[in-house]
C-alpha cells in the first residue's frame, strides 16, 4: 500500500513538473511573441505619427497658399471695385457736365454749334470759311459760319439740335412705347422744317451765297433719325422734302466732315491751278524779254557795223590826204607810198572791226 501510494506520488510529481515545465515554456513562448506584437505595434504607431506628421504638414502648406492666394484675390478684387467706382463716379461728373451744357444754353453756348465750329476749323484754313456772318443787311440774323466757294460765293451752315424732342424719343424708346415714339419723331422733323424755313428766309441770298444751305445735326443718332423719317401721309423721307421746299440739307457729323474735305481739295487744286498760270505767264513775259534783248543785240551789231564802216570811210581819206601832203612836201619824189598801204589809222580800224566782228 506504501510502496503504490509512494509510486502514485512519484508520478504525481512527475506529472506536474512536466504541467509545470510546459506552463514555464508556454509562458516564454507568450512573452516573445508580445515582445515582437510591441515592436510590430511600436512600429506601426511611428509610421502612423510619421504619415500624420507628414499629411499635417502639407496640410499647413497648403492652408498657408489657400490664404495667400485668397487674400492677393480678395487685394485684386479690391482694387478693381475701387478703379470701377471711379469711374462710375468720372461717368456721373461726366454726365452732369453734359446736363449743364444741355441744361444751360445761355451760359454754355449750344453743344452743336461746338461740334459745327470744331470741325471746320479742323478740316478748313482760317482764309476759306466766316464765323457769325450777317447776309441780310435789313436784319440782325447771322449765320454761324459761311464757307468760301470760288468767287467768294458763301454756303450758309447752321445747326440745330433740339434737345428735348430728341430725348423724348430715346425715352419712348427705352419704354417700349410705339405710339409716343411716333408722335416724338414727329414733333423732331417738325421742328427742323421750321428751322429750315428759317434758314431759307434768313440766310439764302444769291448772289452773295449758293442757292442752297447747311443745317447740321451733331450727333449721328440724330442724323440717323431725320435721314429714316418719312412723312406718314406722302412717305417721302425729310431731307428731300427740305432739300426740295426749303434748299437746306441735312449733315451730320460723318457727312459735314466729307463734304467739308472735299472742298479743301478743290481749294488745292484751285490755289495749284492759280499757281501754275502765275508760272506760265511770267515764263511768258522773260520769253519776250529775251527776244527784245536779242533784237537788240541784232540792232547794236547794225550800229557797230554802221559804225565800222564809217571808220573805214575816215581811213581811206586819211591816207588820201597823207598821199597829198607828202606831194606837196616832195613834189619831185616819185617814191610814192603806195595807195594800198594802210595807214596807221586805217590800220587801227581793220583792227577794231576784226574785233568787233
Known amino acids: 500500500m506504501t510502496l503504490e501510494v509512494l509510486i502514485l506520488s512519484l508520478i504525481l510529481i512527475g506529472v506536474i513538473s512536466s504541467v509545470v515545465l510546459l506552463l514555464k515554456r508556454n509562458e516564454q513562448k507568450n512573452k516573445v511573441e508580445d515582445d515582437s506584437l510591441q515592436i510590430q505595434l511600436n512600429e506601426l504607431k511611428s509610421s502612423v505619427n510619421n504619415s500624420i506628421n507628414q499629411m499635417s504638414s502639407s496640410f499647413n502648406n497648403l492652408s498657408q497658399n489657400v490664404t ?19 469711374q462710375v463716379e468720372n461717368l456721373n461728373e461726366s454726365q452732369k457736365g453734359i446736363n449743364q451744357i444741355l441744361a444751360g444754353v445761355k451760359k454754355y453756348g449750344t453743344l452743336a454749334e461746338f461740334s459745327l465750329g470744331s470741325l ?15 447776309m441780310k443787311e435789313d436784319t440782325s440774323e447771322n449765320v454761324e459760319f459761311a464757307i468760301k466757294l470760288q468767287d467768294g460765293i458763301l454756303v450758309p451752315v447752321d445747326s440745330h439740335f433740339p434737345v428735348e424732342r430728341f430725348k423724348a424719343i430715346q425715352d419712348a ?33 444769291p448772289p452773295k451765297t449758293t442757292d442752297f444751305a447747311i443745317v447740321y445735326a451733331p450727333t449721328e443718332s440724330l442724323f440717323l433719325e431725320l435721314a429714316n423719317y418719312q412723312d406718314p401721309s406722302t412717305k417721302e423721307l425729310l431731307t428731300q422734302e427740305l432739300m426740295k421746299k426749303y434748299k437746306v440739307t441735312i449733315m451730320g457729323p460723318n457727312n459735314l466732315s466729307g463734304y467739308l474735305q472735299s472742298l479743301h481739295m478743290g481749294f488745292q487744286s484751285l490755289r495749284i491751278k492759280k499757281h501754275a498760270s502765275e508760272i506760265y505767264d511770267h515764263l511768258k513775259k522773260i520769253s519776250t524779254r529775251f527776244n527784245m534783248h536779242f533784237n537788240n543785240v541784232l540792232v547794236l551789231r547794225k550800229k557797230l ?36 598801204t594802210p595807214s596807221p589809222i586805217s590800220s587801227y580800224g581793220q583792227v577794231e572791226k576784226r574785233k568787233v566782228s
Do not use: C, W
Not at 68 to 86: G, Q, R
Not at 317 to 325: G, V
Open 120 to 134: 471746320i476749323k479742323d478740316l478748313l484754313p482760317a482764309s476759306q470759311y466766316l464765323s457769325n456772318v450777317k
Open 68 to 86: 495667400k492666394d485668397m487674400s492677393s484675390a480678395l487685394t485684386t478684387v479690391n482694387e478693381k471695385v475701387s478703379n470701377f467706382n471711379t
Open 305 to 340: 557795223e554802221e559804225a565800222m564802216s564809217v571808220v573805214d570811210s575816215f581811213g581811206k581819206d586819211a591816207r588820201a590826204i597823207n598821199r597829198s601832203i607828202d606831194s606837196i612836201k616832195n613834189p619831185n619824189d616819185d617814191n610814192d607810198p603806195d595807195p594800198d
Open 173 to 205: 424708346h427705352q419704354e417700349d412705347d410705339k405710339k409716343a415714339m411716333a408722335d416724338a419723331r414727329t414733333k423732331l422733323a417738325r421742328a427742323f422744317k421750321e428751322k429750315a424755313k428759317s434758314v431759307n428766309e434768313k440766310y439764302i441770298v
